[in-house]
């Protein structure tokens, strides 16, 4: 196994238990009474006074050269505070960051040239949102037009003017690489047979309900800017906004608001903090700029992958899978803010819960007139997941076995882990057959089969599709290295911390290094922390710290944050636990050997008695020091802070044989839905729907349960309904809503029966896994499996998505044309 | 994502509306505004001047008319949805209402502002031809009855001038008419990808009338007389349902976007066309 | 620049305020009266998230301009309770986890306060009609609808 590298020893201090009261409890969240009242403060609730309001001009054009740009009417139209062009921005900001080496430079405003439809050509600073769009229509700009670039496959031969980035030569292929882990053409050479498929995921993204946005202010007199903004990672790496915007790091002062949702897309908000910044500065007002819809379809930054795979799967007749061939051109849009982060990702669990023994993948990241990629819910790894499980059903079905047994034939088993795939990362711990049998419990699929053929013989079409899934969480910054062509963005750490306090009364305080964005920080958080000191979550109080006061903090995204901030609370609340021993072992004249923590008071053991509250001890610990021991490590107060690292992470190979230990803990899912499909109309309902999720230690089972209910219908929306559809002009033709289809309540399934398995993880605090992405991850290759069950007597195969009613429908048309 | 500016206007009655329609002939009027302001905000359309009629007395109202119904041209959609006599006298309207918008849309909406929209994927001008509904514009000039079928001219134009107004809609009492209304649209609520209603007549068994009528599969919504003359003064049984199908799908000229593509919506105009045509034929009588 | 002067009652409260012609209650409401509970997802009628009560129903503030609320009673997510005194409908929301990153919700409710005034007891089908035309990207809608049910038990208990 050295190919694939060394597994470290766990580090892990609080084993998973039975007897814990608050982890594992659904308890109600902390966040909501604010939020169901109206008082949560979104960005942009963000009021300030003489505040003005930003708005951008967009392109209208995929790709051309700005010939000229006149903003002289917008500059006098009354209440116009500042019209900024790309020029001007260029003047005051250097390029967004990135986490690609060699970098594709990206301007907050389009400077020179525009790249997609939607693109920021100038932005404007009015006293009014209204003024500032009235302003942004008398600008005038006179565009070069240049041939737009839309399909994928189209751009890897691009030259001369179809090229979006010149100075980085004659191509749109931002990078091309193969990576071989294990005996790749061994084992196809061993495969009795190989499957060979063309799959097309098709772009969707996060789509939050509340747009990007920022609320930037600059005071001359100090030099500092403060940015209040709906963005995680504000605490891992902001200084780039710094950097971006020309100062010094200390000179910039980001201050999360809440989110209203993420799903992956404000995992590093930039561009719009920094225009907002850039205006403030050049009006001398803060400046808000909320994305209205448009901005966020046409240019949000975080549109999710968008690839073509051609996929081979190679096995033995016995149904033994032996390894994984995979040639994918990713198209990337316009930009490439975080490389191919998106490929780490998929390679964290690419072989899916099977045993394959070895891995190609040939990858061509391409650059088209396009929004670039972000995060979405999966970051990539859900598209991975499609194909393989594609694959497998595929493998199924030219075997003539059960979809389901083959499956089980090649899951890992559960005396394997810790297994490391072939690419290098670590699966650390699960219960693939526990989670099947589970599901096929809950799914109840005699029942339905016994449907599918009654309704066969009526002439309707019920089909069952099953799929599994990895869940990776916690990824590990280890994972930006291997792709980059040039050394860059070389970390290795990626921690989230915690500050915690508990006042002179014995209340606590917990300063949380991440933002809220739509998950549940401030109610994981108290469970942990109340778990830790056995005190009431009541007596907690959460909030967050603004990079002046932040500790190095990754942030919620990849599913880090419950397993991160419970390592990091476990660490505070250690420190906290050990002096409130010394002190009351001071006090009451007793061992602290002798001592334990229970129900809020620190006991001596075997004399009920003997007692005294957290409140007692911390009152004498801010108050009373000459009570207390004389050591000058010994302060006065009582508070901690803890920054917990990865609980599992190595480098990678030197020599490129693998990655090292990157996305290690390892959840798992299956999901089977029941369908219907109208042959007529190709419209799709759901008549059933079972999801078991298998993610550890779980803190608190009701909201791991939204986050699975939640991804799954975005997964739903992702394999039926959701596609940023460019034309062939490079126009997004689904930039509203009423064409980019989220799914309504109608559109969902009723119920979606959700069970657990708890195989805890080894490696982290109380065995945590993540659960943040996994139902959009399981849904789509299960609802594939799913029609094409229900189509099997005409003999459907899907390859691609989103199957809207028309092109589920297009296919039945040509399975019904070959039958006849 | 803000309107641009525009005068505005309101009126208090009828007359004062049609004052303020012949005097600003840059203004049209704002009903229940839940498209007109909604392609305001994205500044695809920039009326100069707004009248809003929305405190118009008198122009929300549901009332027998002879053995049809009279509805007001201000009746908002709720109300027209849950009506128990336009459920009775108009049940293909009730049953349209099954896909049409949401409730919140439909709270503020009116019957009247929908039809003089025109959008050429909407529901009720469908209906409208299918019934034979009678609209009755009003403008300073006096009153005139427009057919439904000469009142839809193209997309988001109707045989309404800039100075009148649409007051009532007349639906015709039904008899023993079948009748029938589906749709398909991506999302339940959506505009329609492809829209049919239907309305029979039988007598001893042959169709003696029939209207087949399409939305959204082109200008406006129109009868599909092929199909139509499929049916007439033949038995409504398979084959002559199938005929119909296969002349509906040929009668139209559809449009691809990103819904779904002509052949799709050709498709479902055949399939829409059978299922319509079977459930009117079992409502006949 | 032209002005028209309106009166409106917010949550029982009267306030006379100039506007624009073109302005959206959900701005006027937002930002003249900094009532921001009422939020904006999509400003062009699909996502429901700026819902508020007009006249006793819902409407969407981004389709509805300001001066056509003169003299018309709004009530916003933040007349509804408050926490030491949630409404019902809100307390159901937080038992049943019927929200996520809180972005929808204030439409929500007040769609869910609508239906619950004239349908006490609504099955799962009302509950589906009556939120269809609100989105939310982070539940799966099941949790809202086991809330609106608990609440709908809720307020007949509190009647009873």
């Known amino acids: 196994m050295s190919e694939r590298g060394h597994i470290p020893e766990s580090r892990q201090r609080e084993k998973p238990r039975a007897d814990l009261k608050w982890i594992g409890k659904s308890m109600k969240r902390v966040e909501d009474p604010r939020l169901l009242v109206g008082k949560g403060v979104y960005t942009d609730d963000v009021n300030l006074p003489e505040m003005a309001h930003a708005a951008v001009l967009r392109s209208p054009h995929a790709h051309a050269r700005i010939v000229s740009i006149d903003v002289s009417k917008a500059a006098a139209l009354p209440g116009v505070l500042c019209v900024m062009t790309g020029a001007d921005a260029a003047a005051v900001c250097d390029p967004l960051p990135t986490w690609a080496s060699p970098p594709v430079l990206q301007p907050a405003i389009a400077h020179e040239r525009v790249r997609h439809v939607g693109e920021a050509v100038a932005a404007v600073a009015a006293e009014d949102r209204y003024i500032a769009e009235d302003a942004c229509e008398l600008i005038e700009v006179e565009y070069a037009p240049l041939p737009p670039v839309v399909d994928p496959e189209e751009a890897l031969a691009s030259t001369g003017d179809a090229v979006l980035h010149p100075d980085r030569g004659d191509t749109n292929i931002a990078l091309e690489r193969k990576l071989t882990f294990g005996p790749v053409e061994e084992d196809f050479a061993a495969a009795d047979l190989v499957i060979e498929r063309r799959f097309r995921w098709p772009r969707s993204g996060g789509q939050p309900l509340e747009t990007v946005g920022a609320v930037a202010s600059y005071d001359e007199g100090s030099g ?111 930009y490439f803010q975080f490389g191919v982060g998106q490929h780490g990702n998929a390679l964290s669990q690419c072989v899916g819960p099977y045993r394959i023994n070895s891995v190609e993948v040939d990858l061509a990241a391409v650059l088209t007139n396009k929004c670039q990629q972000g995060a979405y819910r999966g970051f990539g790894s859900e598209v991975a997941n499609f194909v393989i499980e594609r694959l497998v059903d595929a493998a199924a079905d030219e075997l003539g076995m059960d979809r389901i047994a083959l499956r089980r034939q090649n899951f890992i088993q559960p005396d394997q882990f810790p297994y490391l795939i072939p690419t290098g990362n670590m ?71 915690v500050s915690v306090k508990i006042d002179p009364t014995g209340k606590a305080f917990v300063t949380l290094h991440s933002p809220f964005w739509g998950n549940s920080p401030e109610t994981v958080a108290a469970q942990v922390l109340a778990e830790q000191l056995t005190i009431d979550p009541a007596d907690i109080e959460i909030t967050y710290s603004d990079t002046d006061q932040g500790l190095n903090s990754t942030g919620p995204g990849g599913s880090r944050f419950t397993v991160m901030v419970t390592g990091a609370i476990v660490g505070a609340a250690g420190k906290i636990r050990e002096k409130l021993l010394r002190i009351a072992a001071h006090l009451m004249e007793a061992d602290v050997r002798d001592l334990a923590l229970e129900d809020g008071a620190v006991h001596v053991k075997g004399v009920p008695d003997m007692k005294m509250s957290i409140a007692e001890l911390a009152d004498k610990a801010h108050y009373y020091r000459l009570s207390m021991p004389d050591d000058l490590d010994l302060t006065s107060g009582l508070d901690a802070t803890y920054v917990y690292d990865h609980p599992v992470t190595t480098l990678p190979d030197a020599d490129e044989r693998h990655m090292g230990i990157f996305y290690p803990i390892m959840g798992h899912s299956c999901h089977i839905p029941v369908v219907e499909v109208d042959i007529e109309t190709g419209q799709v309902h759901f008549l059933h ?82 659960g943040g992405e996994g139902g959009r991850m399981g849904g789509p290759p299960a609802i594939a499996a799913a029609i094409e069950d229900a189509l099997k007597p005409l003999g459907v195969t899907i390859d691609s998505l989103p199957l809207l009613p028309s092109r589920l429908r297009a296919l039945i048309r040509e399975a019904q044309a070959k039958q006849a | 994502m803000k309107p641009p500016r525009f005068r505005y206007l309101r009126a208090e009655s009828v007359d004062g509306a049609l004052r303020a329609l012949a005097d600003n002939p840059d203004s049209r009027p704002l009903a229940g505004g839940q498209s007109l302001i909604a392609m305001m905000n994205l500044r695809l359309v920039r009326p100069a001047c707004l009248v809003d009629i929305n405190r118009v007395a008198g122009l929300g109202y549901i ?173 409504i049984d398979d084959a002559a349902i199938e005929r119909a199908a296969e002349a509906a799908a040929g009668a139209v000229d559809p449009h691809s976007d990103s819904h779904a593509d002509a052949v799709y919506r050709r498709d479902a105009v055949a399939a829409l066309t059978r299922r319509t045509l079977r459930r009117a034929a079992e409502r006949c009588g | 620049m032209e002005r028209e002067t309106i009166s409106v009652t917010v949550n029982g409260r009267a306030y006379e305020r100039q506007v624009e012609p073109r302005r959206l209650l959900s701005d006027f409401l937002r930002d003249d009266l900094r009532l921001t509970g009422t939020h904006v997802g999509c400003e062009h009628g699909v996502c429901g998230a700026c819902t508020v009560m007009m006249d006793g129903v819902t409407a969407r503030s ?31 929301f937080w038992e049943k986890h019927g929200l996520q990153c809180g972005f929808c919700t204030p439409g929500m409710l007040m769609t869910a306060v609508e239906l619950l005034e004239r349908n006490s007891d609504p099955s799962v089908d009302d509950i589906r009609d009556a939120i269809s035309g609100n989105l939310c990207r982070c539940t799966g809608y099941q949790t809202i609808v086991d809330s609106i049910r608990y609440a709908a038990h809720l307020m007949r208990e509190d009647g009873a």
């Open chain 2, 63 to 235: 009332r027998e008319d002879g053995d049809g119904v009279a509805i007001g041209a201000l009746t908002r959609h709720n109300d027209v949805k849950h009506s128990d006599l336009v459920r009775a006298r108009c049940p293909l309207l009730t049953e349209a209402y099954e896909s049409i918008a949401h409730h919140t849309v439909r709270n503020r909406g009116t019957l009247g502002g929908n039809l003089c929209h025109a959008d050429p994927s909407s529901e009720t001008p469908a209906v409208m031809v299918a019934v034979g509904a009678t609209l009755v514009l009003q403008s300073v000039g006096g009153r005139r009855e427009v057919a439904a079928e000469d009142f839809f001219q193209g997309p988001y134009e109707t045989a309404a001038r800039q100075d009148e107004l649409l007051v009532e809609i007349r639906l015709p009492g039904r008899g023993a008419e079948g009748w029938a209304f589906a749709e398909v649209s991506n999302r339940h609520g959506d505009f329609a990808i492809a829209v049919i209603a239907t309305t029979l007549r039988l007598a001893d068994g042959r169709c003696e009338a029939a209207r087949v009528v399409a939305s959204a599969v082109g200008e406006h919504a129109a009868r599909l007389r092929p199909a139509e003359d499929a049916l007439t003064g033949g038995a």
């Open chain 1, 427 to 497: 699966y650390d711990s699960g219960n693939y057959q526990a989670v099947l049998d589970e599901t096929l419990k809950l799914a109840d699929v005699e029942h339905w089969r016994a449907k599918q053929a009654e309704a066969r013989a009526e002439g309707r079409h019920i089909g069952i599709g099953i799929a599994t899934c990895q869940e990776r969480s916690v990824f590990s910054a280890t994972e930006f290295w291997m792709w980059n062509l040039e050394p860059g963005v070389e970390w290795t750490s990626s921690p989230d911390g």
């Open chain 1, 689 to 770: 729907y079972a999801a078991v999720h298998d993610c550890g230690t779980m803190v608190n089972p009701m909201t791991l349960e939204g986050h699975i209910r939640g991804g799954t219908v975005n997964g739903i929306g992702t394999a039926l309904f959701e596609e940023f559809r460019y034309d062939e002009a490079g126009q997004l033709t689904t930039a509203l809503w009423t064409d980019y289809l989220i799914p309504t309540i109608k559109e969902s399934p009723a119920d979606i029966v959700v069970g657990h398995v708890e195989t805890p993880s080894p490696f982290t605090e109380y065995g945590v896994k993540g």
């Open chain 1, 224 to 334: 500092r800017f403060t940015i209040q903004c709906n963005t995680s990672m504000y605490n891992y790496c902001g200084w780039m906004i710094a950097d971006t915007l020309r100062v010094a790091p200390h000179k910039l002062n980001i201050v999360p608001t809440l989110a209203g949702g993420s799903f992956g897309s404000k995992m590093f908000v930039h561009k719009v903090p920094i225009i907002a910044a850039a205006l403030a500065r050049a009006a001398g007002q803060p400046v808000k700029f909320m994305e209205d819809r448009i901005d966020n379809t046409t240019s949000c930054d975080n549109h999710a992958s968008d690839r073509v795979y051609y996929a081979k799967l190679a096995l033995k007749r016995d149904g033994t899978l032996l390894s994984l061939k995979t040639r994918i051109i990713d198209d990337y849009g316009a």
């Open chain 3, 62 to 92: 981004c389709l509805t301009f300001a001066v056509m609320a003169d003299g018309a009673e709004i009530e916003t997510i933040e007349g509804l309770g408050s926490v030491d005194a949630m409404h019902p409908v809100q307390r159901a």
